[in-house]
């Protein structure tokens, strides 16, 4: 505790905290869009995260009795109709995610959520302005609030908000939304990339920020540019994070092969393009190859800079802020929702 005796949060409930506001941010946007005047606000749930645990590939295949069961990369990479997927649904309260008790193919990072466990009927939305056919609680901020529980100590999303801030005011047309996933995105990559540095002892590890005019070019890409890397930057698919989060859970494999970690990358930026049916990439520069042992300087981190403050243990002035952010590679993927 604090010493005003004021309850401090964890390091975890301050990560799920931001995914949740991300969530609720784009389910306010879908609401306004559509025009659904029940959309509930959902809640952090840790009694859904700890059942995960547990869950065996039976278990991940059918929804229980207060929840549906989806991959995590349906957050990263909606349908095209966000009435389809389950994060839309106007009734559900509560989610959790996190890695299961057993990888079945491609569902390392798998999310819970309820109390719902079919998919969305048009009774169970009514139409009118956002936060106007709430049955219980407060629709002022056009989310239902109130609705649900954060269960078992969960952390409610807006505990440290007035409901009226669910969007940020001033912001257009997403904006806000898009850096406000930006920085978590890199603080979460920046982080890995220092204890990469520190395990291997890569002395020339360097910060990576978010890019802007990556981020431009990801939204203009065709089919053949995401098929070719660039002078100044390489294109890999945005699974090689759940592929990198993957063995790191295993401990096995060489994480420096991955063009997430190469020592000299110092810009990314992530999205989604229209290409292969809404293709999720990423884009990393100034590099555009993979990663050489000629461009690895061996030493403690931060020892084998060229240029910059290399005092964080990464080069280019990364800052101690980025490299010690209490957050998770597995806590990446749910960043790109809004990347």
């Known amino acids: 505790q604090s010493v005003s005796g004021v309850k401090r949060n964890s390091p975890d409930e301050l990560d799920n905290r931001e995914q949740v506001n991300r969530l609720n941010k784009e389910r306010l946007k879908v609401a306004k869009e559509h025009q659904i005047a029940n959309m509930h606000d959902v809640a952090w749930d840790d009694t859904l995260e700890n059942k995960l645990k547990k869950m065996t590939c039976d278990d991940l295949a059918t929804p229980g009795s207060d929840y549906v069961v989806f991959n995590s990369l349906e957050l990263v990479f909606p349908d095209s109709d966000p009435m389809k997927t389950p994060q839309y649904h106007p009734l559900q309260t509560k989610i959790g995610c996190g890695p299961a008790a057993a990888v079945c193919g491609d569902q390392v990072i798998m999310c819970l959520m309820g109390p719902k466990n079919s998919p969305l009927k048009e009774s169970d939305i009514k139409r009118g302005s956002p936060g106007t056919g709430c049955s219980a609680g407060n629709g002022a901020s056009g989310l239902c609030m109130g609705g649900g529980s954060s269960g078992g100590g969960g952390v409610k999303n807006q505990s440290d908000k007035k409901s009226g801030d669910v969007e940020s005011k001033g912001s257009k047309d997403g904006e806000e939304v898009v850096s406000s996933a930006s ?124 240029g910059g403050n290399g005092a964080s243990g990464l080069c280019m002035g990364g800052g101690v802020s980025s490299a010690s952010t209490p957050m998770t590679l597995l806590s990446l993927v749910i960043a790109l929702i809004m990347a």
């Open 183 to 306: 920085t978590p995105m890199t603080l979460l990559l920046n982080k890995e990339r220092l204890a990469l540095a520190q395990k291997e002892q890569i002395a020339n590890m360097h910060e990576v920020t978010y890019d802007k005019t990556l981020a431009d070019k990801v939204k203009k890409m065709t089919c053949d540019d995401v098929n070719s890397n660039s002078p100044d930057y390489v294109v890999f698919d945005s699974i090689e994070i759940v592929s990198a989060y993957m063995l790191k859970l295993k401990d096995e494999g060489d994480l420096t092969k991955s063009p997430l970690f190469h020592p000299l990358q110092t810009k990314i930026a992530c999205g989604i393009t229209m290409c292969n049916d809404r293709k999720g990439i990423c884009l990393m520069g100034p590099k555009n190859s993979p990663v050489k042992k000629a461009d690895i300087k061996p030493g403690s981190p931060g020892t084998g800079c060229s």
